[in-house]
């Protein structure tokens, strides 16, 4: 089969609108989610291995992320009564890894004509043309899109990241700064280095309290998880 061109929404951008019937009835996206936080994201199949760990993380961590604002949305290329189907076989059957029992209460979208999955990259088809590959959308409250991620249809995705990530971009919008490489709520936070964006001299000549330079063009500031969890935390 010939390869299409995939259409990818960029960081930046807004997130592309649509209608879809969901698990929990119908939503106008992502207009419905203005004022929170999103993860969109999609599963290849339902009744498959992978994709059911990763729901039932999901479902664990659900209040998780619900703390940060942050509300969950899947999508599948399957129908609903396949996805309403899964959902209860997991809930009645499954114990894996000591999750049991688990309700998944957040919308998972039909779309069966492909017509969501197209819109945000998800049919990958050197992946496969038939499954949507596993894909993370971070939304904004105001609708934009502030991360992406793509996994492959063999590996399940890590939730520590997805809520580092939230936290993370909350972090930065609420305190005006970026976070170093495995950074976690607690550790130090990169600044915005002096002379650029108003910042004083005084981070220059040592004088900024707190602010560590390890060269001119890298600093950091301690912000505790008290202060993040006061500030972003509901
Ligand atoms: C899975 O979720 O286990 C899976 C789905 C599609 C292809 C490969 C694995």
Known sequence: MENTVVSIPRIGEQAPEFKAVTTQGEI????????????????PADFTPVCTSEFMTFAKMENDFAAYNCKLVGLSVDGLYSHIAWLRNIKEKIDF????????????????????????????????????????????????????????????????????????????????????????????VIVPPAGSCGVAKDRVDGKEENVKCYDWYFCTKPVSAQEIDSKIKK
């Not at 419905?32 to 999103?38: E, L, R």
């Open 28 to 43: 106008n996206f992502p207009a419905d989610y203005k004022g929170s936080w999103v993860i969109l994201f999609s599963h």
């Open 97 to 188: 890894k000591g999750m049991k029992g688990m309700e998944v209460k957040f919308p998972l979208i039909e779309d069966i004509t492909m017509e969501v999955a197209k819109k945000y990259g998800m049919i990958q088809e050197g992946e496969s043309n038939t499954k949507a590959v596993r894909a993370v959308f971070v939304i904004d409250p105001k609708g934009v899109i502030r991360t992406v991620l793509y996994y492959p249809l063999s590996t399940g995705r890590n939730f520590d990241e997805l809520l580092r990530i939230v936290v993370a971009l909350q972090t930065a919008d609420a305190f005006t700064c970026a976070t170093p490489a495995d950074w976690r709520p607690g550790d130090e």
